[in-house]
């Protein structure tokens, strides 16, 4: 029995979004929602009734979503799409965001804007205090996250989307890892775009969304048709579609009870690992934080060596993020926290989600513990080697 | 429940095989690419195909372990590589010696370090793609070997594995040769059986070590100095002792009558000592961190054995007195030629290695 705990990565597709796959593929899957035909009018149905189901996952109004090929297209469409007035040069995010927020905004900067990055707190919170000022008449664009993907620390994005509208700038949530976690409606954050990613709420990988409040004005980065009300030009990818419309439908469904589950079994585990592992800290905020997150510094050990060897073991969690050849680096959400590279190197992240059950959670609550005092024991995290590996 | 062996693996075709053969024999395997050299800019990247640790030959490891369906991880030991490897490889050249990297690599990563991982990992033994071989006698020791295809053999790189690490290391390619090798790729259908050789070190783009070390030392521990003969003449001006090795012949920018010969690097000084080929021969060497397979020769007063002074080099006669737990005195038989402080001396006893140390000066008489 594999354990999966890294659902912040990317969940196991839920029944009902592959069931609404298969019916779509294993049905006439021919017609462009383009086309005038019969064909194209259905296939623009099953488009249209998926963007209401997602939409209503966020209290929008179905015609506002924007259906993309994930979150970091959407993050590129709203980041590079919210630029066009000249006069606004500068752009305000955070320290903790996701890559797909970080590295575009670091190639406008090099392109000549100028790029403010505001701190958090040692648990991941932004700040509003002192930081609101950064939000000014030339601020084109405010982007940041509303759940952290690596710590969970939700934010209190009120205060920002505030400033954001006071200067006139655009107000841009990554709230990939938010929605389904915890209830979001764009009404709450005040938001102008909101990025939306299926796979983490158990649709298919390479499909998204992102909110367009209506009014919002937005450049659009892929051109070349009149698809998604010319936002964003290209045949949809219909099947993707379906499936993250259904766990959408699914999502909203069980929500309420999921999340109570989830976050009971994400208490159950921190629990016995605190008993078990001498030392180990919780990294974020006990409240306020997506309950299914849990990243953990695990004294003594690379997580590194962690994450190989509860691999091996069946149990599937992650670090940080991966390089281009595979290898693990540490979180950099962790650094602005203010932990140590090497308390960063230590921690690892555990993400549960619709598909863990008790039973998982307590063969990794036994096989953990045991786990981590092998690793250790065999290979000591600094200092002078131990004895001879010789028994 | 079978065995669990971690292979290190490089992308190459040695390792691939390796750890092929390995499965073969019914071990449970585990890939590991490990990632030393410091990330380099995508057209240094490029320059560097065929050596290691690139991202292409991570692919090409991956690859391998996704056909012959085994778990393949990629880990960073790059903070320990920087230490443990290239710093000491920047200081041996600034104090005018030619280190070795991939003995130290060996003995400080392979066999120390990616063995602690391996015992994190509840592995039974660490398997490389090295050509040499480890046999166990009938009281239970271990010796190590040179490997049966003598163009390949790898057993100098390796003289500073001791009991301990022989005890839990396989070579599984130690028997074979390379062709036999690239046949058995070719025959698994791995895509990488006809991949170069890797010739240069790892971590030095386009094999310029002197480049390397101007570009990674602190500029006030660059010596420069003087090139002269053997009678103290000054002949020519040098940027740094460190672009220079004991026998180099070119690269000196000196016209001469007959060929000129690096004899020798005097770090205090800065001075590069030129002589002709027949000057290069010494008649001994003292080496140091001196690590023995049997250390009852350490009691006997004087062995005879033959040593290797550089990987390329032949075995030449010689006989070998320890001087104290890691120093020793080796005296050649007929004269050793371009005796290099900082490269390797291995001690061999027909195929055997008895152990090794590294060279830190040179004996005249």
Sequence with gaps: MRIYLDHNAGGPLRPAARDAMARFIAGNAEGNPSSVHCSGQRARRLLEQARAEVASLIEAPARSIVFTSGGTESNNLAIFGALHNPARRRIVTSTIEHSSIIVPITELERRGFEVIRLSVDRDGKLLADGNLDTIDQNTALVSVGLANAEVGTIQDLRPFSQAAHRAGAIFHVDAAQAVGRIHVAVEDSGCDLMTLSAHKLGGPAGIGGLYVRPGCTLAPQLLGGPQETGMRAGTPNLCGVTGFGAAARETMACMADEQER????????????????????????????????????????????????????GIEISMGSACAAGAVEPSHVLLAMGRRAMEARSSVRLSLGWSTTLEEIERAAEIIPSVWRRVAAAEPLSGPREAEPCS | MSERVLVAMSGGVDSSVAAALLREQGYEVIGIAMRLAPERPPTAMARRRGTCCSHDDFEDARRVAEKLDFPFYVIDLRAEFETRVVDNFVSEYLTGRTPNPCVMCNREIKFDRLWQRAAALEADFVATGHYARIERDEAGRFHLLRARDESKDQSYFLFTLGQCEMARTLFPLGSLSKTRVRALARALGLANADKPE???????????YAAFVTHNAPPERIRSGNIRN??????????????????????????????????????????????????????????????????????????????????????????????????AHVRFQNGGPAVTPGQACVFYRGDEVLGGGIIETALES
């Design chain 2, 230 to 327: 053997a009678s103290g003449l000054k002949l020519a001006r040098h940027r740094g002792i460190h672009q220079f090795t004991v026998g180099q012949r070119r690269g000196l920018g000196i016209a001469s009558t007959a060929p000129l010969y690096v004899r020798a690097i005097d770090a205090e000084t800065g001075d590069i000592t030129v002589g002709q080929r027949g000057d290069l021969v010494s008649a001994g060497l003292i080496a140091g961190m001196v690590r023995l397979a049997d250390p009852e020769i350490s009691s006997r007063s004087e062995v005879k054995v033959e040593v290797k002074i550089r990987y390329r080099h032949p075995p030449l006669p010689a006989s070998l007195r320890i001087l104290d737990q890691d120093r």
């Design chain 1, 262 to 313: 989830i976050a009971m079994l994400a208490r159950l585990l921190l629990r016995r690992l605190e008993g078990l592992v001498n030392g180990l800290h919780l990294n974020g905020p006990r409240e306020g934080r997506i309950q299914n997150t849990l990243n953990l510094t695990f004294p003594a050990v690379l997580g590194e060596t962690l994450l190989i060897a509860l691999d091996l073991e």
């Design chain 2, 198 to 208: 890797s010739q240069e070190i790892c971590f030095v783009p386009q094999n310029d």
